[in-house]
């Protein structure tokens, strides 16, 4: 407890305040422009970061993170446009609510749910966070070699449509991970001859490119050279039937609970935690059939179950430096950038700043009931009266800026575009780009773990699978990969036998 | 088309894994076996999504590109742009991108995108030079303005 009291007591001052409370309000604008997500704007802010206090750049992360997530509800609402993708399956109750003049309620619904499932996630994070962490001491260099495996291996097989890719996508990243000087030998790989190689490709310029420019370039090929018309963005408020609220607790509460599961596991991320929260608000309504049609539980399920998803996913990212999504990921390099090493001394050595960031993210969800009300809604909803073309110029000239400040060399620009025009093709190809950037991560890691293990026992490998926990972790990478390929057979044979 | 992609895809992934792993063959020890161990598994990752793509016999359509045009009209935008950051200055290249992108996608109202570009590079100035005091390459035209450059 008294963990938690130092952190709020760090957190409760003027400068992590002001960043929390500029951070949600840029994080809803973001979230409500549909093409700007927010691993782009979190990457984009990551390189301002580097002289400011770790507290105050881990509170502009929690806000963007928190408020781009409910951000993403407007347009979605509005429009029938996911303003992120975490909100496609807000979009099935909330526009049928505002065709039928209910907009205004069914942002109230999506704020108040947001709020609500950031604040669930908030407290498993602050619960479930340090418990993990004493497990992990109890860890040695195998099992760190088998963990950012498998988180790895769950992430290249759950982020894409096809498992191969994904995996092809974390090995490519795995290997982008090894140029440089090699920590334990010295020796220099891949590097050309290049000195600017020898540090290794920067990860925030890679990830500025790849998470970036792809989205930029989509707005350019749209072309809106309009925006949007004052007729469009017009709110009517509608009051709340009795107890109409009261009816939505047990759907928050649901949501809430799928959302930090969701969360928690690798690979799975914001939008897959609305689609479960949906389904399981529709399996368990009298009215299913009034789904779709604009009923609020929809809105409430499908918002409540993606705010949750976002402090959970950050448990095994602080706990165990594992990180379950690119956000957390992002997260992480915010510690490394701080010199902080993530994982389960973080919690002994730093508990002033994981409570604080905790506290941070608990904080940032509160602000949603304050900050993205119906007056502020109205106020966001006109900046998409903006011509989207020219956004296009504007994001550029901020990729380039925050990549340039990192290490002052007009080289990572270049690095930069090369990475955003592959990351554009790949994920046109149905690559995914998360395992990449996970794998530029965790590889350093999982290299210098497997080479310590070695070492320990002396060139034995079977010490990689014969500690317990290390063996249970390598059967469950096994499993990870394995199910789908166990489920591709079972479905050739299936389609086999309707055949005959 | 998506077969078509995919093999090329495939192949440009054999391709990289073959020369990571040739090139860590000149690495000594261990910081050599690694890398080559990827090397391998992105070579057979590579050939599995090709082979896969020759066995699905797929003829369903995939659009690399929705509007080559606009997109081709961004890449190269941009690269003049990036290219012209040291040799005019950050904030004068940036000036230029915002007025000359959007009327390159086909923008016509010179006057909104004027004050659009205007407010939007004082405000990076105002964050980044002033607040930040961030170095960002300097302007060639500032001693011909009176900056000091």
């Known amino acids: 407890m008294e963990f938690y009291t130092q952190a709020l007591s760090s957190v409760l001052t003027f400068w992590p305040l002001l960043a929390m409370i500029g951070a949600t309000l840029l994080g809803v604008f973001i979230g409500a422009l549909p093409g700007l997500n927010p691993v782009m704007a979190i990457a984009l802010l990551l390189p301002l970061t580097y002289s400011m206090d770790p507290l105050v750049a881990l509170a502009m992360v929690a806000g963007i993170y928190n408020g781009s997530m409910y951000g993403g509800a407007i347009p979605a609402i509005l429009l029938r446009i996911p303003g992120t993708p975490a909100s496609i399956a807000t979009t099935f109750d909330g ?22 499932g950031g604040i669930a996630s908030a407290i498993a994070l602050m619960t479930v966070g340090p418990l993990l962490a004493r497990v992990t001491l109890f860890f040695g260099p195998a099992e760190y070699f088998w963990i950012a495996i498998f988180g790895m291996a769950s992430v290249g097989v759950m982020v894409g449509s096809d498992p191969i890719k994904g995996i092809m996508a974390a090995v490519l990243g795995l290997l982008i991970g090894t140029i440089g000087i090699d920590s334990l030998s010295g020796q220099a790989r891949y590097t050309f001859g290049q000195t600017w190689l020898l540090g290794g490709l920067d990860l925030i310029v890679v990830l500025v490119g790849l998470y970036a420019l792809p989205p930029v370039l989509q707005l350019a090929e749209k072309c809106d050279l309009k925006g949007l018309s004052a007729a469009q963005l017009k709110l009517t408020d509608v009051p709340f039937k009795p107890g109409e609220i009261r009816s939505l607790i047990p759907t ?4 809430s609970g799928i959302g930090i599961g969701v969360g928690i596991l690798p690979g799975a991320g914001g939008n897959i935690a609305a689609f479960l929260s949906y389904n399981a608000a529709k399996n368990a309504s009298k009215d299913p059939d009034s789904f779709g049609k604009g009923n609020p539980q929809g809105v409430a399920a499908a918002e409540s179950g993606n705010n949750a998803d976002n402090a959970a996913s950050m448990i095994p990212a602080l706990a165990l430096g594992i990180p379950g999504n690119v956000v957390a990921a992002l997260v992480l390099s915010a510690l490394t950038i701080h010199g902080l090493q993530p994982g389960p001394q973080l919690f002994h050595q730093n508990p002033v700043l994981v409570g604080g960031f905790m506290m941070e993210m608990l904080i940032t969800s509160l602000l949603i009931f304050l900050l993205g009300g119906a007056v502020a809604t109205r106020v966001f909803a006109q900046f998409q009266r903006l011509p989207g073309v020219l956004l296009v110029p504007s994001i ?13 060399r007009p080289i990572d620009l270049w690095v930069m575009l090369l990475a955003g025009i592959a990351g554009y093709f790949l994920e046109k190809l149905n690559v995914p780009l998360a395992p990449i950037i996970l794998g530029m991560i965790l590889g350093p890691m999982a ?8 070492l320990i026992s002396r060139g034995d490998a079977t010490e990689l699978l014969t500690r317990p926990i290390s063996a249970t972790l390598a059967v469950a990478t096994f499993l990870v990969i394995a199910w789908p390929i166990f489920k591709a057979i079972r479905r050739k044979k299936a389609n086999a036998a309707a055949v005959e | 088309m998506e077969q078509r992609q995919d093999i090329v895809l495939g192949l440009i992934f054999v391709g990289l894994g073959i020369a990571a792993a040739w090139m860590a063959t000149s690495y000594n020890g261990a910081g050599g076996i690694y890398p080559m161990v990827l090397g391998i598994i992105l070579t057979l990752l590579g050939g599995a999504v090709a082979l896969k793509a020759v066995r699905a016999r797929s003829t369903s359509e995939r659009t690399l590109i929705d509007a080559p045009s606009k997109m081709i009209t961004a890449v190269v935008t941009a690269v003049i742009y990036v290219a012209l950051i040291v040799p005019l200055g950050f904030y004068s290249s940036s000036f230029l991108l915002m007025l000359a992108l959007p009327i390159a996608l086909g923008f016509r109202q010179g006057l909104y995108a004027l004050i659009v570009a205007l407010v939007f590079i004082l405000v990076v100035f105002l964050v980044f030079s002033v607040l930040l005091e961030k170095p960002l390459p300097r302007e060639a035209l500032g001693p011909l303005l009176g900056f000091g450059g």
């Open chain 1, 95 to 116: 526009f049928p609510m505002a065709d039928k003049g209910e907009a205004s309620k069914a942002l109230k619904i999506a704020c108040w749910s947001s709020a609500i």
């Open chain 1, 447 to 454: 290299e210098q773990s497997v080479r310590r293990a070695l």
């Open chain 1, 396 to 408: 550029l000239i901020l990729m380039c800026v925050g990549v340039y400040v990192i290490n002052g």
């Open chain 1, 252 to 255: 928050w509460i649901r949501s």
